[in-house]
């Protein structure tokens, strides 16, 4: 009887970017997700996002993603992790 070792799982890295591409396949689309935004002047990212809404002007999260905001908070949605990350280090130490 041959006996077959257990597959092991490695993650696939991009060498020259050092990105582990596996993890990307597995994030939630951009569009799925509740964005930070950088506050602008005075207006602080909620009353940014309600102005962009009305207005219908395209405004961009930490992570580079960009929309146009319906103007309804995102509850409901997973938060983006790259956004959460660049959070975090902007605003550590």
Known sequence: ???TAPLVSTPVVDPDLGIDLESLLEETPPEECAHIVRRSGALGAGALITAAAEAGMEIEALCGYRWVPKGHAPDNLPACQRCIGI???????
Do not use: D
């Not at 959070?87 to 130490?93: E, M, N, P």
């Open 1 to 3: 009887m041959t006996q």
């Open 87 to 93: 959070w975090q280090s902007l605003t550590s130490g």
